[in-house]
């Protein structure tokens, strides 16, 4: 149990541990358990760059967040669907914090149906083994890894691997997460993985892909180290139109999109705003789905 905490405290940041212990401190003060999850856990025991924390609570993170502001950390935006969070912890750290939950799929295409869960059940309905661990915060069990998926096997033996046959089928945007992941770590798909994969490709089962989903994709690229690598392999697996019908990597090198603070001759801007006509044919348009916060970074071209 030690060794985690000195492991996460040892990979963690100076500014990164103020916010652990932040948000574990409101939590346990608001009467909920908390969990560090997902990608932060996988990139404290692998020892990749720890990007941002990933918060999962048992219970609506919504009820934390006046002590939070209270406390400094910026309320970046929410998701009253899936109950996250999205706030940026002082020293910019950007974090994200989630309810338990249990995610339930009865159409291809369609959001799931929402329902608060144990922590075990949440990370059941993760996509990868390396992102369904969670490292308790609470009293009595601080330090403990919960791995009910192997996923620190996975992580040593370097492979990505999903928790059900229809990961893919489910959320079509794992397929584009996949390769992000595996161009990014140098990680192959697991056996199986790549076989349900290349299924979920031939039966084209990414043309069921939310807007949404486009626009977490496309704000992730703004993250990673080298985009370009990304993209590149995006390019190769045809994923890159899905993103954005225009988009090729011929183009970024170009200069055609670059990340805000970037020279180029495409400008900072919002995305216009205008009539509520103009607003809604836009909505029909590439690029409308993206988030406020991507907007603000870079401007979409065709």
Known sequence: MADYIYTMEIRLTPDQQRGVTLVQDIARDAGMNVYLTGGAVRDIISGFPIRDLDFTVQGNPAKLQ????????????????????YIGLPGNVRAEISMARTERYEKVGKPPIVSPATIIEDLRRRDFTVNAMALSLNPGSRGLLMDPFNGAADIEAKVLR??????????????IRACRFAARFHWPLEERTQ????????????EYITDKAIGYEIEQLAYEEDPLHILRVLEKENWLKVLHPHWTTARFRAGIWLPHGATS??????????????????????GSCFPKRVRRWFYFSP
């Open 66 to 85: 006046k002590d939070l502001e209270r406390a400094g950390v910026v309320i970046g935006g929410g998701d009253d669907d899936s109950k996250v969070l």
């Open 265 to 286: 001759r495409i400008t900072r801007k919002a995305w216009p705003s205008g009539s509520p006509a103009k607003r809604r044919q836009r909505r029909r348009e590439p």
């Open 195 to 206: 076989q349900r994969f290349d299924s979920a490709r031939e039966n084209n089962y990414i």
């Open 162 to 175: 999903v928790l059900h046959n229809y990961a893919f089928v489910e959320d079509p945007s794992r397929l």
